[in-house]
């Protein structure tokens, strides 16, 4: 069992480089399946969620390398071979195969997906889709059957603006016939990074990144090469990680607009945000006053972001409260958070964190991916050496996590534990 040491403390300082978009990643890849030529992607992050989708490229027949951040994809050999178990089970986005396989043979079996446990994580409105443009879709035992004879363009108004089913629409109907319109489609940068490999693959996609997306069914798709956008959450941790504590730390390969959110209620902290075309510096922070946060849907304060950000309202003078709106139960972050010393409880869809509290370093647990980003920088700023466990989960999302904050001056190691050591433990 791998697990992460932490030596707090240490104030860091220098350039920290962002990585692709892990959101985006994860439905690019499938979107590869739609070509009838190889599809290159640019930039993508080394993460556990990445390699997974390329083992499921494999078993579906693909031939796919993937180097140096770059993934060739040959999709011409792929067949549409049933995946109702295994690897879609290790992360989230395998839903996005649903709606690519069911684009290209119009018929597909999927086991339900993964990912992090955030509380109910329905894909009702993704099923809703599918049958809007024909697909039979019937759910037995676990996995979602989808088979159409021919699917057909159709109006789809969602009932919430969500990121996975605004794609995977868009995947199944690029190939339909005739016009798609997506209503009170989710607005993420990740969706208009998709609608851009897809239309440089051919397909006529208008409005990504507006709450209305009109797709033109095609013929056929051909393969391509894409740059993906830099990750907007990974960079966020860094920018909070920054405020924590930097002594002047520059994130590089960012969009600062879709940062917006987070520097906007990091002045509100009283963090000083320099922006510049693809950078973000950030001072050292003498005093950190407290906020509250809601989390919305783009672009308002982005979810993903809500654990790390808490770390932070501990270091702040005050009391602060996070709602959640999106996801009903991410907030497991906080008891481990309380084993460090913070004061924080949960009261329905919000968190109440009061600060500031020294952190002290524990043995915790990254019960999900967010919350395991939160106990990077909590262990950061610990006194002592903080070993969080479970840490599979972080590496389905931030590349090369160790090196990167090695480079900032952080001492963080990544140590297998023998199983005596976790027999102890327990
Ligand atoms: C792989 C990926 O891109 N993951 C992101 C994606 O997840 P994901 O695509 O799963 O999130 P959604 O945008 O779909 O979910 C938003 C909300 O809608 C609800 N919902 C969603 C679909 C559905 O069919 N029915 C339904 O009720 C969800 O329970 C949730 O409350 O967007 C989330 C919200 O920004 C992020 O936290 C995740 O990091
Ligand atoms: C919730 C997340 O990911 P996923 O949807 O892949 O579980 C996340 O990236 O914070």
């Known amino acids: 069992m791998d697990v992460y040491k932490i030596q707090g403390q240490k104030r860091l300082q220098g350039t920290i480089k962002v990585s692709g978009a892990k959101n985006s990643a994860v439905a690019l890849i499938p979107a590869s399946i739609l070509a009838s030529s190889p599809v290159t992607i640019e930039g993508l992050p080394e993460i556990l969620d990445v390699w997974t989708l390329k083992s499921l490229l494999e078993e579906i027949g693909g031939q796919v390398t993937f180097e140096d951040g770059v993934m060739s994809i040959n999709p011409e050999t792929m067949i549409d071979m049933p995946l109702p178990n295994g690897n879609v089970k290790k992360l989230r986005a395998s839903y996005y195969l649903m709606g690519a396989m069911l684009g290209r043979f119009k018929q597909a079996v999927i086991g339900l997906p993964g990912g992090c446990y ?26 979602i059957y989808l088979r159409a004879d021919e699917l057909k363009g159709a109006k789809i108004y969602l009932d919430v603006s969500s990121v996975g089913a605004t794609i995977n629409i868009m995947l199944a109907a690029v190939l339909a016939k005739g016009q798609t319109i997506i209503e009170n489609a989710a607005k993420e940068p990740e969706i208009i990074d998709v609608a851009t490999l897809l239309t440089s693959m051919g397909a006529k996609i208008k409005g990504a990144g507006t709450n209305v997306i009109r797709i033109d069914g095609v ?110 139960a991410r907030f497991k972050h906080i008891a481990e958070l309380k084993r460090m010393g913070a004061t924080g409880q949960v009261e329905g869809r919000s968190s109440i964190i009061k600060g500031a509290t020294p952190l002290t370093a524990a043995s915790v647990t990254a019960t999900d991916l967010r919350a395991g980003a939160a106990l990077v920088i909590a262990g950061l700023l610990a006194s002592g050496e903080t070993e969080i466990h479970d840490i599979y989960h972080i590496e389905r999302g931030y590349s090369g996590l160790i090196e990167k904050l090695r480079g900032l001056g952080a001492v963080i190691d990544k140590v297998t534990l023998t199983s005596a050591a976790v027999t102890e433990e327990k």
């Not at 009702?124 to 599918?130: A, L, V, W």
């Not at 966020?236 to 906007?264: K, S």
């Open 219 to 328: 013929e056929s798709l051909s393969g391509t090469k894409h740059t993906i956008i830099p990750d907007r959450i990974e960079a966020g941790t860094y920018m909070i990680m920054a405020a924590a504590i930097g002594d002047g730390i520059t994130i590089d390969n960012v969009i600062p607009l879709h940062l917006e959110p987070i520097t906007a209620k990091l002045r509100e902290m009283g963090v000083e945000v320099q922006e510049y075309e693809e950078k973000i510096h950030i001072p050292k922070v003498e005093k950190l006053k407290s906020v509250d946060i809601k989390t919305l849907v783009y672009p308002g304060f982005p979810t993903d972001l809500q654990q790390p950000f808490s770390v932070l309202q501990t270091q702040a003078h005050g009391t602060s409260v996070v709602t959640d709106t999106v996801y009903s």
């Open 118 to 143: 955030l509380g109910p994580r329905p894909i009702d409105q993704h099923i809703k889709g599918f049958e809007a443009l024909g697909a039979k879709v019937t759910n037995e035992h676990g996995a």
